[in-house]
Nanobody, 117 residues
Framework: QVQLAESGGGLVQPGGTLKLSCAYS??????????MAWYRHPGKQRELVAII??????NYADTVKGRFSISRDSAKNTGYLHMTSPKPGDTAIYYC??????????WGQGTQVTVSE
């Protein structure tokens, strides 16, 4: 089992910065978190924002490339999404997603990000 807890959401002005965190804990043993990702749900369907592998390879949605940065600190069991120059169109509920070395996927509860003046 993996438990994920997002934090850092809130109201941010266009052009500002916001950093989301995803702290994870595991129970049961015998596996670790391999890939982490951030998704967002702006109202229609959930979309992938960014992904980072255990080897720290990253990939981004075209809509956020150059503005958002995904990272992870394995020593702290935490993943991050650093949002710069957010736009109103980035307003959504952001979800952390983690895949274990055993291939199981887990979702966090989500954190609301609102980009507005």
């Amino acid at each position: 089992q993996v438990q994920l807890a997002e934090s850092g959401g809130g109201l941010v002005q266009p052009g500002g910065t916001l950093k989301l965190s995803c702290a994870y804990s595991t129970s049961g043993g015998g596996f670790t978190v391999d890939t982490m990702a951030w998704y967002r749900h702006p109202g229609k369907q959930r979309e992938l924002v960014a992904i980072i592998t255990s080897g720290e390879s990253t990939n981004y949605a075209d809509t956020v490339k150059g503005r958002f940065s995904i990272s992870r600190d394995s020593a702290k069991n935490t993943g991050y999404l650093h949002m710069t120059s957010p736009k109103p169109g980035d307003t959504a509920i952001y979800y952390c997603y983690a895949v274990t070395t055993g291939g199981w996927g887990y979702w966090g509860q989500g954190t609301q990000v609102t980009v507005s003046e």
